[in-house]
């Protein structure tokens, strides 16, 4: 792996994706952030000193496309993370044809074109390949019909990919979070009735942060983990296995 490889971050004006490309910084490993708010890219990547591409992560080929601009720019892309994604919490019956293609395409589609574009760079050299999933995916929860099913998806995606690449040392894992405190999710978090159910909805009795996320990213990108493909680790609060325990 030469000097110059890189992590590209798609979607890394997000609250995840943000946090991520400073902790990675933090430790000395080059990024690239792509996304569509070149705004708040550029405005990251003047704090970063980290170019930042134009993508829109939906649109499959274009995606492909920045991958290989990320490559001539860095020499080598050796990991991505897709922090692309989006929520509506609403029954089936309420949702529109057009909400259901939005979210669909924010976090599936994205996904998918993130193996795609990063897959066909990674095939001379490996890499690591990390997806977001969530803890509703693989646990019920009401109103969450449109998120689970997509990002059940993601999980699929990510069992399948990596046995479809495992042989060219291209590594593809993810990461399932509960609930995290970012701008997406400021309708929650701000209204203390809702924060404080969904505080005691998780076993451990908090919601998440974006380092508890950027945590196990990091962790499925490191090189000396070149042994851990097909993972989704639950970064939950215990939240998709663990039973809350009711209060006395």
Known sequence: MNEDSAILIMGANGGIGSALA???TRR??????????????????????????YVDPTDIEATVNAYAEAQKLAGNIYGTVNCVGSSILKPSHTITSEEWD????????????????????????????VLISAACARIGMAYH????????????????????????GIRVNCVAPGLIKTAMTDTITVN???????????????????????????????TQNSWIT?????????????LARSSR
């Open 22 to 24: 400073r902790e990675l």
């Open 145 to 168: 019909d449109i998120v689970a099913a997509t990002k059940a998806g993601l999980i699929g995606l990510t069992l399948s990919a990596a046995a479809t690449y495992a042989n060219r």
């Open 192 to 222: 203390p009735k809702q924060l404080s159910a969904a505080e005691s909805s998780h076993p451990i009795s908090r919601i998440g942060d974006p380092s508890d996320v950027v945590s196990a990213i990091s962790w499925f990108l490191e």
């Open 102 to 129: 939005a979210v669909l395409s924010s976090n599936l589609t994205s996904a998918f074109a993130v193996v795609k574009g990063a897959s066909r760079i990674m095939m001379k050299n490996g890499g690591s390949i």
């Open 230 to 242: 097909g993972q989704v680790i639950g970064v939950d609060g215990g939240l998709g296995s663990v």
């Open 28 to 53: 000395n490993k080059p990024v690239i952030l792509a996304g569509r708010n070149m705004e708040d890219l550029n405005k990251l990547g003047a704090e970063l000193e980290s170019p930042a591409i």
